[in-house]
Each structure stands twice: as C-alpha cells, then as structure tokens.
C-alpha cells in the first residue's frame, strides 16, 4: 500500500501550479487545424452545392430556370451548370422568408385604382 502526503500550499503557490499545468496542458494541445477552404464564392458544379446546402440538384436548376439564380455554364459547349453556395443559400433564405402580411382593404384600393 502507498503513503498518502499531504502537502499544505498557499493559494498564491496553488494559483502558479494551475499556471503551469494548463500552460503544459496548452503545450501538448494538438495545433488548431486551419479552417477549410471555403466554396461558397467559388463556382462548383450544382451537385456540389446541393449537398453543401442541404438541397436537391433538381431544387437548383429550378431555381436557375425561374430567375432566382444566375445561369452559369461550363465548358466549350455551354455545359453543366455552376453556382456560388453563398447564391445558393441566400435564394434558399429568400425561399423560404415570409412575405409581409398583406392588408386587405389596401389591396382592394389597388385593384380598384387599376381598373380606372
């Protein structure tokens, strides 16, 4: 069985061995990887973006074919389609934004306006 010592420490000498523990704590932390590199300004095929953006490749050619993306293609013969993921996610955000409420009697005043 082994002896237990008991060691009586001042709070400022306790303060310092905490100093220094975490300081080799810090040492042998493993270097902080670089961030990723980002595509989201980059143009990537619509593939990769769908799955960046948690979407389907058939939801952003839709959104390609309806105006809300820029049409880009690659390729001599005007190929694959290309899309920026920050294009993508802000159409995404838009998508699914409400629109204002919409009162009902200034609406009635539009339409009867144009009728005139």
């Given amino acids: 069985?082994?002896?237990?010592?008991?060691?009586?420490?001042?709070?400022?000498?306790?303060?310092?061995?905490?100093?220094?523990?975490?300081?080799r704590g810090a040492a042998r932390a493993a270097p902080t990887p670089p961030p990723a590199k980002s595509h989201a300004d980059e143009l990537v095929p619509v593939a990769v973006a769908a799955k960046a953006c948690g979407c389907s490749a058939d939801t952003i050619l839709a959104m390609i074919r309806t105006g809300k993306l820029p049409e880009r293609r690659a390729g001599a013969k005007r190929g694959h389609h290309r899309v920026r993921i920050s294009e993508v996610e802000e159409a995404m955000r838009r998508r699914t934004e409400r629109p204002a409420p919409v009162d009902p009697e200034a609406a009635v005043v539009r339409m009867l306006a144009r009728r005139r």
């Fill in 1 to 23: 069985m082994s002896a237990v010592q008991v060691v009586t420490l001042t709070r400022a000498e306790l303060e310092e061995l905490l100093e220094e523990a975490a300081a």
